[in-house]
């Protein structure tokens, strides 16, 4: 049953992360098809990305009354609906609404199948399933976008694959009720809610709950900064714009070897050390990315993206030690909020200090903030 339940988990992270991660395909796309202004590209994306940070702490909330099999089944069926009314858009509005409910329905699949994967593996594995769970979603964004790549290639219109995703969701969310067992339902009623009621987020250790957020926060800011401005400072160095573009997928391949990797080594190090190693080993990358030639920095970015990518798997296993488990949905729900929070001001922030700075200085400051996560991580010790 355990593997059962990762397995399907997995897959539904495979669907949801490339259906987000697919608008960067198609943004360009749409916007030629009708005359979209760059402000309104802008508004669109920021749509999406808005709709799953505000509706996970939600999700977590509601799945405990409703159950998480369930919830999880419908925001998939409302994302594969979104998906599949988008490759009927006629405008403007019309894609801002569908791509705004395809957010909605995707906010759920974090914190719920999290939870899910969390409560299938209590003690032993659970960081192993949870890497394995993490990598899941990096495959749906490599493998969404390369295929609507390669149909774009072969003179296949965007809507017929977009049509095609919103079908394989709501195939996926009949799957997730049909062969998730009903005993891994949400906490309402295989795990009694305390009394403590809505308010109540059910952390056992604040102190070191508060830690593993404040390390998402250093952590998540600088993931996503640098994803944002990697290929600004290739050009920067001379490089060609076409390959300064392959700079993200670069950091991205490494990044799917190091959430699995990364979770598997943590069942065997502990979570201090394979934090510490992987933040130490974050900010020697960035920094050797600064100080090296355009090529050689190019080279080094898959073996950057392993660990830099890699943290979050350890980070993710680790809030089942801190939270009861009948609240374990509304505790994912916070911390993955918290990421897609700093997902959105980081690049901002950072952007900002770039303009003014340089974005040479913007990187050397994201190798050095990483750096911050390392008392923090001390705080996590007495537990791991």
Same mark, same amino acid.
């Given at each position: 049953?355990?593997?059962?339940?990762? /397995?399907?988990?997995?897959?539904?992270?495979?669907?949801?992360?490339?259906?987000?991660?697919?608008?960067?395909?198609?943004?360009?796309?749409?916007?030629?098809?009708?005359?979209?202004? %760059?402000?309104?590209?802008?508004?669109?994306?920021?749509?999406?990305?808005?709709?799953?940070?505000?509706?996970?702490?939600?999700?977590?909330?509601?799945?405990?009354?409703?159950?998480?099999?369930?919830? %999880?089944?419908?925001?998939?069926?409302?994302?594969?609906?979104?998906?599949?009314?988008?490759?009927?858009?006629?405008?403007?509005?019309?894609?801002?609404?569908?791509?705004?409910?395809?957010?909605?329905?995707?906010?759920?699949?974090?914190?719920?199948?999290?939870?899910?994967?969390?409560?299938?593996?209590?003690?032993?594995?659970?960081?192993?399933?949870?890497?394995?769970?993490?990598?899941?979603?990096?495959?749906?964004?490599?493998?969404?976008?390369?295929?609507?790549?390669?149909?774009?290639?072969?003179?296949?219109?965007?809507?017929?694959?977009?049509?095609?995703?919103? !079908?394989?969701?709501?195939?996926?969310?009949?799957?997730?009720?049909?062969?998730?067992?009903?005993?891994?339902?949400?906490?309402?009623?295989?795990?009694?809610?305390?009394?403590?009621?809505?308010?109540?987020?059910?952390?056992?250790?604040?102190?070191?709950?508060?830690?593993?957020?404040?390390?998402?926060?250093?952590?998540?800011?600088?993931?996503?900064?640098?994803?944002?401005?990697?290929?600004?400072? =290739?050009?920067?160095?001379?490089?060609?714009?076409?390959?300064?573009?392959?700079? !993200?997928?670069?950091?991205?391949?490494?990044?799917?070897?190091?959430?699995?990797?990364?979770?598997? %080594?943590?069942?065997?190090?502990?979570?201090?050390?394979?934090?510490?190693?992987?933040?130490?080993?974050?900010?020697?990358?960035?920094?050797?990315?600064?100080? %090296?030639?355009?090529?050689? /920095?190019?080279?080094? =970015?898959?073996?950057?993206?392993?660990?830099?990518?890699?943290?979050?798997?350890?980070?993710?296993?680790?809030?089942?030690?801190?939270?009861?488990?009948?609240?374990?949905?509304?505790?994912?729900?916070?911390?993955?909020?918290?990421?897609?929070?700093?997902?959105? /001001?980081?690049?901002?922030?950072?952007?900002?200090?770039?303009?003014?700075?340089?974005?040479?200085?913007?990187?050397?400051?994201?190798?050095?903030?990483?750096?911050?996560?390392?008392?923090? !991580?001390?705080?996590?010790?007495?537990?791991?």
């Amino acid at each position: 049953m355990s593997k059962r339940t990762l /397995a399907i988990c997995s897959a539904v992270h495979t669907l949801h992360d490339g259906l987000s991660d697919v608008t960067y395909v198609l943004l360009p796309l749409l916007a030629n098809a009708f005359g979209l202004s %760059l402000a309104q590209v802008g508004l669109i994306r920021g749509a999406h990305r808005t709709a799953m940070a505000a509706f996970q702490i939600p999700a977590g909330i509601v799945a405990e009354r409703f159950g998480e099999r369930e919830l %999880l089944a419908f925001g998939t069926l409302l994302a594969g609906a979104a998906f599949a009314t988008l490759g009927y858009a006629q405008g403007f509005w019309t894609i801002l609404a569908v791509l705004f409910f395809a957010g909605v329905g995707s906010a759920v699949q974090h914190p719920l199948a999290s939870t899910l994967v969390s409560r299938a593996y209590p003690v032993q594995g659970r960081r192993a399933a949870l890497g394995t769970y993490n990598f899941a979603g990096d495959v749906g964004k490599f493998a969404f976008g390369g295929l609507v790549s390669l149909l774009l290639l072969a003179g296949i219109s965007w809507q017929a694959p977009v049509i095609g995703f919103g !079908v394989v969701a709501v195939v996926t969310a009949i799957a997730v009720l049909s062969l998730l067992a009903a005993k891994t339902q949400a906490g309402s009623t295989a795990h009694p809610v305390s009394a403590g009621g809505a308010t109540d987020w059910g952390i056992r250790d604040r102190p070191r709950f508060l830690a593993l957020c404040l390390i998402e926060v250093l952590d998540a800011s600088t993931r996503s900064a640098f994803l944002t401005f990697i290929a600004f400072l =290739l050009i920067a160095k001379g490089l060609a714009v076409g390959w300064a573009a392959a700079a !993200v997928p670069l950091v991205l391949a490494g990044g799917m070897a190091g959430k699995l990797a990364c979770g598997v %080594l943590a069942e065997r190090l502990g979570i201090v050390r394979m934090i510490v190693i992987t933040e130490l080993a974050t900010a020697s990358g960035i920094l050797a990315v600064l100080a %090296l030639p355009a090529t050689g /920095a190019l080279l080094l =970015l898959p073996l950057l993206g392993v660990v830099l990518q890699g943290t979050s798997s350890v980070l993710y296993a680790t809030i089942g030690e801190y939270v009861r488990p009948e609240r374990l949905s509304r505790a994912f729900g916070l911390f993955y909020t918290v990421g897609s929070v700093c997902g959105i /001001a980081a690049p901002l922030a950072f952007g900002m200090l770039g303009d003014r700075l340089g974005v040479e200085v913007a990187i050397a400051v994201l190798g050095g903030m990483i750096l911050l996560t390392l008392p923090l !991580v001390m705080a996590l010790r007495s537990r791991a």
